[in-house]
T-cell receptor
């Protein structure tokens, strides 16, 4: 089975801090995604990457950046965390085609 | 109009009941379809793919209606453990890029 690992399950940060969320997948998938999920708003795509060093903005990229230096690792960066970035962040991996998306367990971030 | 729409619910049903959810999609170029299940404070997990001819997995039946652009999920003999949020996912094209669109989910609560 594909495994997608998010290293931090729960984080509490202060406004203005820089935050790194790490995601690693073990199945050599080209495509990796970062979503945030908020009550009533569903899953919203922040960024995705379809290859090493390649990235594209999703629907809500403002306030975020990403890094994909190795195929297995996709990092989400909050340069200066704000309270409205308090959310559940979900990383996912996808091989393409009609195959399915596999999610990590999520990182619940609280910004005070 | 949202690309993928679901009734948020909640659907409150007694154990043993049959319940059905619909999900409508706006892009007729959509090619593949999935139902995911998400338990409270957990990541979404694949429940089943939806095939053109319809498919069944135990108590769960998924249907696709391309003419009316919706997919459905039918759950028979509901169990308490079926309580969760059900997300429909639509793949616009099989490139694996930013083609996966999620509905906001339908919450099901099965009551004893």
């Amino acid at each position: 089975d594909v495994k997608v690992t998010q290293s931090s399950r729960y984080l509490v940060k202060r406004t203005g801090e820089k935050v790194f969320l790490e995601c690693v997948q073990d199945m050599d998938h080209e495509n990796m995604f970062w979503y945030r999920q908020d009550p009533g708003l569903g899953l919203r795509l922040i960024y995705f990457s379809y290859d090493v060093k390649m990235k594209e903005k999703g629907d809500i990229p403002e306030g975020y950046s990403v890094s994909r230096e190795k195929k297995e690792r996709f990092s989400l960066i909050l340069e200066s965390a704000s309270t409205n970035q308090t959310s559940m962040y979900l990383c996912a991996s996808f091989p393409g085609g009609a195959n399915v998306l596999t999610f990590g367990a999520g990182s619940r971030l609280t910004v005070l | 109009r949202k690309e993928v729409e679901q009734d948020p619910g909640p659907f409150n049903v007694p154990e043993g009941a049959t319940v059905a959810f619909n999900c409508t999609y706006s892009n007729s170029a959509s090619q593949s379809f999935f139902w995911y299940r998400q338990d409270c404070r957990k990541e979404p997990k694949l429940l089943m793919s939806v095939y053109s001819s319809g498919n069944e997995d135990g108590r769960f039946t998924a249907q696709l209606n391309r003419a009316s652009q919706y997919i459905s999920l039918l759950i028979r003999d509901s169990k308490l453990s079926d309580s969760a949020t059900y997300l429909c996912v639509v793949n616009l094209r099989d490139t694996g890029r930013r083609a996966l669109t999620f509905g906001s989910g339908t919450r099901l609560q099965v009551q004893p």
